[in-house]
């Protein structure tokens, strides 16, 4: 199976998701062995359980700790730990990936560099245990794919090793403004934490895609169920999936071919403004991207009278429409605003990180109808690298094209970045 999608409803944990890895008959030895490959074989215990939330059943799953009193551990001293563990390249790479995220969602919000974080919450032995599990776990089921619906945060607070914390949690919240995603609404919830910093950076790293799923033909079904009692079921749901073309002429779909496009609808929203200043204008459009808009750009244009405006568009998934209409309100100077679903052609698409001798770039590939992976690296990820050695800008993205080069199955075309 390549194609994973995961539809959280009720929040995003690392042990719900974990549980239901185990659900779809992920062995518990995939877990255990690369923990075991740490010297953590001793260290914890799963404790799982069929239970049934809201009537509906699942798997649910913790962590028991057998230390005493588990040691914090420094970002640089864990990365250390992790990038010499005898593991795959793929299991290291994923683990080193989703830890790295977590430190810096924790650096920006205590306002320090990530080497210096203690791991808390998100480093103790659970969340260790959690964040190999899931990555081994998926590595056994031969996921290339993960979609993610949007999760809700929660709200009001949570007691953590800092003290009382708002919800949604401060690493959370950087998590998703530094990867672009979007948060579901979590209106009707009763206060408290429903997305963990642990879950989110695992689906931030894993999933190439957030929104609703594509046309697909579920084969199996994964279920992982959270502690907290609310008034629905609280569960999270692993579907392993077929994805499915357009229909053909006679209405039929058809399996999709690995790498061919495939087709959503996203709304357009559009309105032209002409009494906004250059500033206000700016600021009107960061906000449309911060409420999840896909695109947001402005076009020159005369309106009546001859006066100079602007035609400003934005495109969406359907769910993030009405948040993105109170922007346009809250923001923009329009009295109107007309809104069209259209379809769009995309290629299927990833991000992972790739690690070069200057530090570690995301890169964001396409898969092109032909197989190949057309890879290009983020460009903020070069300035920052080209100010952290300072280097020009060109050199930066040499050095990434040759580290391209030097992965496996890479030839010289296949690497070029664009």
């Known amino acids: 199976m390549a194609l994973a999608l995961l539809d959280c409803p009720t929040g995003l944990a690392g042990n719900m998701l974990l549980a239901a890895l185990l659900d779809l008959g992920v062995p518990e030895a995939v877990v255990h062995g690369p923990l075991a490959a740490l010297g953590l074989a001793d260290a914890y215990r799963l404790e799982i359980s069929e239970r049934r939330s809201g009537g509906l059943r699942g798997l649910h799953l913790e962590v028991v700790p057998l230390e005493a009193d588990p040691p914090h551990r420094l970002w640089a001293t864990l990365r250390s730990t992790l990038q010499q563990a005898p593991w795959p390249d793929s299991l290291r790479s994923r683990v080193l990936a989703v830890f ?41 089921l031969g996921v290339e794919q993960l979609q993610c619906m949007p999760p809700p945060a929660g709200h009001g607070s949570v007691s953590t090793a800092h003290g009382v914390l708002p919800v949604p949690a401060p690493a959370v919240l950087e998590i998703a403004r530094a990867r672009g995603i979007p948060l579901a609404s979590s209106e009707g919830f009763p206060a408290g934490e429903l997305t963990t910093p642990t879950g989110l950076a695992l689906a931030a790293v894993w999933s190439d895609r957030f929104g609703l799923p594509p046309a697909h033909r579920p084969e199996r079904v994964g279920v992982g169920l959270g502690t907290r009692r609310l008034d629905r079921p609280n569960l999270l749901r692993l579907v392993l999936a077929t994805a499915l073309a357009p229909a053909g002429a006679h209405g039929d779909a058809l399996p999709a071919g690995a790498g061919q496009p495939c087709c959503e609808t996203v709304v357009e929203q559009q309105a032209q403004i002409d009494d906004l200043t250059p500033e206000d204008l700016a600021a009107f459009q960061d906000a449309l991207r911060s409420a999840g808009a896909l695109e947001v750009f402005c076009q020159g244009i005369l309106m009546k009278k001859g006066r100079a405006g602007w035609l400003v568009t934005a ?4 769910p993030t429409a009405e948040a993105l ?72 993205r040499a050095v990434v094209q040759a580290s391209l080069r030097q992965e496996p199955g890479q030839d010289g075309g296949s690497g070029e970045i664009a």
């Open 100 to 140: 790295g995220l977590l430190a810096e969602a924790e650096a920006a919000v205590h306002g320090h560099g990530a080497d210096a974080v203690h791991f808390h919450e998100v480093g103790a032995l659970d969340a260790l245990v959690d964040v190999v599990g899931v990555c081994a776990a998926l590595l056994h």
């Open 325 to 396: 209409r109170a922007v346009w309100w809250r923001h923009s100077s329009t009295l109107g605003l007309r809104e069209r679903h259209q379809p769009r052609w995309v290629l299927p698409r990833r991000s992972r990180d790739l690690a070069t001798p200057l530090g570690v770039v995301r890169i964001k590939e396409a898969r092109l109808p032909d197989g190949r992976w057309r890879p290009k690296p983020e460009h903020e990820d070069l300035l920052a690298l080209a100010g952290r050695h300072a280097l020009p800008l060109d050199q930066v």
């Open 315 to 318: 495109l969406a998934a359907p």
